[in-house]
């Protein structure tokens, strides 16, 4: 049988195989929004820094408008420029941090939880709001940011992501004035 005889087979086979390895992956719809959703938020920050010197942005404050728990899964950060190392997310409660020159904070040692698996109550009042704290140092000189989150997480069998108009920009070194160091633009 000649390649050309066989080019359909191949192409069938190859289709199975990205079809099943679909199906192999955890196969559950994402939906957008979910008890989590947060339609007006929309606050960026900025702030110099040294080159390594280390950082906590209160990216994103989660109110549940459900009856259930949330979990949180992850989060992705939009637009992302290079040059900057993220650590955590960590998680807190009610923390109205804002920015600041540390990781973690210090205020709230003992009052942090790691992001992947903390469930969000339902939202009676501010003792139920649930902080993403993100750590953050520049790698070298220069300007970067990412310009909101994507918060993955489920409640019960029903997977979400809710998004947040919520960025960040660091400018290394520390001596660049405010003035040169704005926020990043909002993605909406």
Request: aromatic residues 6%.
């Amino acid at each position: 049988m000649g390649k050309a005889a066989r080019l359909p087979e191949v192409l069938a086979s190859a289709l199975l195989a990205l079809a099943l390895a679909g199906c192999g992956s955890s196969g559950a719809h994402v939906e957008r929004g979910g008890p989590l959703a947060c339609g007006n938020c929309q606050g960026d920050g900025s702030m110099p820094m040294g080159v390594a010197g280390l950082g906590t942005w209160d990216a994103a404050t989660l109110e549940n408008r459900g009856k259930t728990p949330a979990v949180l899964e992850r989060v992705a950060y939009l637009h992302r420029t290079p040059g900057t190392l993220l650590l955590g997310p960590l998680v807190t409660r009610n923390s109205r941090l804002g920015l600041l020159r540390e990781f973690p904070p210090r205020h709230f040692v003992g009052k942090l939880d790691l992001l992947t698996g903390y469930q969000v109550p339902p939202y009676h009042g501010l003792k139920d709001a649930v902080d993403i704290l993100v750590g953050i140092s520049p790698l070298r000189k220069g300007s970067f940011s990412y310009n909101g989150l994507d918060v993955y997480y489920r409640v019960g069998k029903k997977h979400y992501v809710a998004f947040y108009d919520e960025g960040l920009r660091v400018c290394a070194p520390r001596s660049v004035p405010q003035s040169r160091c704005p926020p990043p633009a909002s993605m909406k």
